[in-house]
């Protein structure tokens, strides 16, 4: 009798386990459970560059059915304006400008990127800003007044084809410059003005980058700013811009992630003095990798957020979603990268099931 109880007594032991091992094996976590106590804030996203004429990243081969899906995710996770990064670089055009094609030694584009953007952007409700034509040399060789024909030309010209659409709610000057480069407030002064009278003054937007530790030129033997060269540098060149650039997105990957703060106090603190408002560019791509280039880590796009919302930047661009955030990109990082955003800001995500 006392080996059967036994023998039954061990039995109910055994089963007790199997379900306790079963039930932990089963078990589901989420990632809010691993969350830390003082996980940064961070401030939202709410816009994008579309870079179609790309100088430094693979293109996804898109066509406007994908265009149209990226949109899609884009407006889910609240971006609501879209920025062509440039109308042109070198011989590559994002639709069959005249102005340019009479002048310039350009490839004729099959698709006219220009309105597909536009037609998408009025679908999802956005605003969409045109980016000028970056001749690739004439304002390196300091041919400035060469650049501005060609682009006050080309104002013009979309303006008269494209001002129509609902969605054309601003100018993208596209040059981007740094202290090296600052005679190029001449053109962001004379077609930035130009375009702002023949719209009825839409506004203009520029994203230029600090000279810092990241930047090509600093690492291959220049002298990376301060911040206080860079604060002085600013004043001088933003002074010259008053009235004519209304949103200053300065990109955020050039200086190292421990004194991007105090760039970015600096860039508002110049921003109000001279009236306009202070974006931050969040590039969502990696500057750390010794690959060219990939989808950031999410820990270092939530810091540099939780910086900029310190700052009291008022708004945040990034470069660029459609690579780098995407569910859509060709990289499977980028999806992830959204996964997150989404998770964090407690956004609904349409695109789990992807």
Request: with cysteine.
């Amino acid at each position: 009798m006392n080996r059967i109880l036994s023998t039954f007594l061990v039995a109910i032991l055994l089963m007790s386990c199997g379900r306790k091992n079963s039930d932990e094996k089963s078990r589901t976590f989420t990632n809010e459970q691993f969350k830390t106590a003082e996980c940064p804030q961070g401030m939202k996203i709410n816009a994008t560059f579309l870079d179609e004429i790309s100088w430094d990243i693979p293109h996804q081969n898109w066509g406007v059915e994908e265009w149209d899906q990226d949109f899609r995710a884009m407006k889910d996770m609240g971006i609501n304006t879209v920025v062509l990064i440039r109308a042109g670089l070198g011989r590559w055009i994002a639709a069959p400008f005249e102005s340019i094609l009479a002048t310039e030694d350009v490839y004729y584009p099959p698709v006219d990127l220009v309105e597909m953007f536009l037609c998408l952007a009025d679908k999802y409700d956005m605003a969409f800003y045109f980016g000028m034509y970056d001749s690739g040399k004439y304002w390196h060789e300091g041919d400035y007044l060469k650049e501005i024909d060609l682009n006050i030309k080309l104002i013009d010209e979309v303006w008269a084809k494209y001002g129509h659409h609902k969605s054309f709610q601003g100018w993208y000057l596209s040059q981007e410059v740094s202290r090296r480069t600052k005679n190029m407030t001449k053109i962001y002064a004379e077609v930035g003005r130009h375009a702002k009278e023949v719209s009825g003054n839409l506004p203009t937007m520029v994203s230029p980058y600090i000279h810092g530790v990241k930047t090509d030129q600093v690492m291959w033997g220049d002298k990376a700013t301060t911040v206080s060269e860079h604060e002085f540098e600013w004043n001088e060149i933003l002074s010259n811009l008053q009235g004519v650039v209304d949103i200053l997105a300065f990109q955020d990957g050039q200086v190292d992630y421990h004194e991007l703060y105090d760039y970015l106090v600096v860039n508002k603190k110049l921003a109000d003095k001279y009236g306009m408002k202070c974006w931050t560019n969040f590039e969502s791509f990696d500057r750390d990798m010794p690959i060219r280039f990939l989808p950031i880590k999410w820990e270092k796009l939530l810091l540099k957020m939780e910086m900029a919302r310190k700052a009291g930047m008022d708004g945040a661009i990034t470069f660029e979603f459609s690579h780098f955030m995407s569910p859509n990109s060709e990289y499977s990082q980028a999806g992830h990268l959204y996964d997150r955003y989404c998770e964090h800001f407690g956004i609904e995500n349409k695109w789990e099931s992807r």
